[in-house]
């Protein structure tokens, strides 16, 4: 079963907004943080940004001032506004859940992934 879904991906132009969404199953028990990752070729994935339950954010430094996150726990989605778009802000867009577990243990769950394309 797909358990993250993730959606508004696509080509835009420099300079231009694209709006992320990812949807979290409601299979998916005590979620306490949803966010985003990316990953371009040759490169590592690395942190977009996530927002927890409470509202805390955090975001990569390089999307600082120009991406916002938001959530509503209540349907456990997540959504990613992206503004002032960049070409390296070119990558596939990872859907993150963060669940806590009994034990201190935690488990996460990953969308399969949507492109976001910024030409020049």
């Known amino acids: 079963q797909v358990q993250l879904v993730e959606s508004g991906g696509g080509l835009v132009q420099a300079g231009g907004s694209l709006r992320l969404s990812c949807a979290a199953s409601?299979?998916?028990?005590?979620?306490?943080?949803m966010g985003w990752y990316r990953q371009a070729p040759g490169n590592q994935r690395e942190l977009v940004a996530i927002?927890?339950?409470?509202?805390?954010?955090n975001y990569g430094d390089s999307v600082k001032g120009r991406f916002s996150i938001s959530r509503d726990n209540a349907k456990n989605t997540v959504a990613l506004q992206m503004n002032g778009l960049k070409p390296e802000d070119t990558a596939v867009y990872y859907c993150n859940a963060k669940t806590t577990q009994s034990l201190g243990a935690t488990r996460e769950y990953w969308g399969q992934g949507t492109q976001v394309t910024v030409s020049s």
């Open positions: 409601r299979s998916i028990f005590r979620i306490s943080a």
């Open positions: 927002i927890t339950t409470s509202g805390a954010t």
